[in-house]
């Protein structure tokens, strides 16, 4: 049932955007999905098509090049659901044709979008985004776990909850998610943060106890920065609490050598980068404006660049090389 009559445009229509359209759209939301290049041909002449565990669905879906294609309206919410690397170019684009107090919705990675977006728009919401969806070629998403393909709850940035936070979350859970309004939203985002860190090396590291070492330690290295300034982020127990029942009905990604992050499936679609700055080198930010340091983050960040610039496919950068490459920095990483 259609619990509101807004429209939704969604920015980025890969594995979470162009699910999450698909799903919305099914719900009888009007949804109008930005992407480009074969994939917004693929979306304009046949539709998206969604894989999950029952079966496989084409969805109809109306899919533009950009915010200047859009008909704006007071009943618009938007969802950015691009990676982090391209949210300002987005907001530059949306804040000439959108209003500035239309909704813009982080349901994004990373904890820096909602600061952006807020810098142009009056009411900002975040999501912790738990969606464990796959895009690797135009046209087609996989969703991981079913029936519920993802948990994303939704809270005002910085904080709070009001009546398009209700809604939204409402119009989530009418199109088969799980969402609960967060007056918190935050704490859960930087948990999300925190869980995150591990993306850079899955993208790039074959399977290894080098590479499975590099992601404990970045990850016990960000709760102790995250710790260290101040910034409160949700316990283990309540994410399983919350997010348990679907992360254990998640199916591995196919031909991942890890994880399948979403780090891994842009190299895979060869997108020529990465969102570590916004994920490990936030760690290392927060780290240098408080008088600390995140050595390990800042390996990681560090070195998915290189890897991207280099040109190097996913998953290529073998247990030895990696070893080697951190044990030239070891000592100032532990």
Not at 166 to 190: F, N
Not at 282 to 287: D, H, P, S, T, Y
Request: proline content about 5%; some cysteine; overall charge negative.
């Amino acid at each position: 049932m259609v619990v509101t009559d807004r429209r939704f445009v969604i920015y980025g229509a890969g594995a979470v955007g162009g699910g999450l359209g698909a799903l919305l759209t099914k719900a009888g939301h009007e949804v109008v999905l930005i992407a480009r290049g074969a994939h917004l041909a693929a979306l304009q002449s046949a539709g998206l098509q969604v894989v999950t565990q029952a079966g496989t669905e084409t969805v109809p879906v109306a899919a533009v090049s950009g915010p200047h294609e859009v008909s704006w309206s007071a009943d618009d919410v938007v969802l950015l659901t691009m990676k982090s690397n391209d949210t300002e170019s987005a907001l530059n684009d949306l804040a000439a044709v959108a209003h500035p107090e239309t909704p813009i919705v982080c349901v994004q990675n990373a904890v820096a979008n909602e600061r952006a977006a807020l810098r142009r728009f009056t009411n900002v919401y975040g999501v912790p985004t738990v969606f464990p969806a796959v895009h690797l070629q135009p046209g087609v998403v996989e969703f991981r776990s079913w029936p519920t393909p993802a948990v994303l709850d939704i809270g005002r940035y910085p904080g709070g909850l009001d009546e398009n936070a209700q809604l939204i979350s409402a119009a989530i859970e009418s199109a088969g998610c799980r969402s609960v309004p967060r007056p918190d939203v935050m704490r859960w985002k930087y948990a999300k943060l925190l869980t995150n860190l591990v993306n850079a090396i899955d993208a790039i590291a074959e399977p290894g106890p080098i590479a499975l070492e590099i992601m404990r330690r970045s990850r016990a290295e960000g709760e102790e920065i995250l710790a260290a300034v101040g910034i409160e982020f949700t316990s283990p127990d309540e994410e399983q609490l919350r997010f348990g029942e679907l992360r254990s009905s998640t199916a591995r990604v196919s031909g991942a050598g890890i994880g399948g992050s979403s780090s891994w499936q842009s190299l895979v679609r060869g997108a020529g980068r990465i969102e570590a700055d916004y994920l490990n080198g936030e760690i290392a930010l927060l780290a240098r404006l408080h008088g600390h340091s995140a050595p390990v983050n800042e390996f990681v960040r560090r070195i998915a660049n290189e890897f991207v610039r280099d040109g190097r496919p996913a998953g290529s950068m073998t247990d030895a090389e990696l070893r080697a490459a951190y044990d030239a920095v070891q000592p100032t990483a532990n």
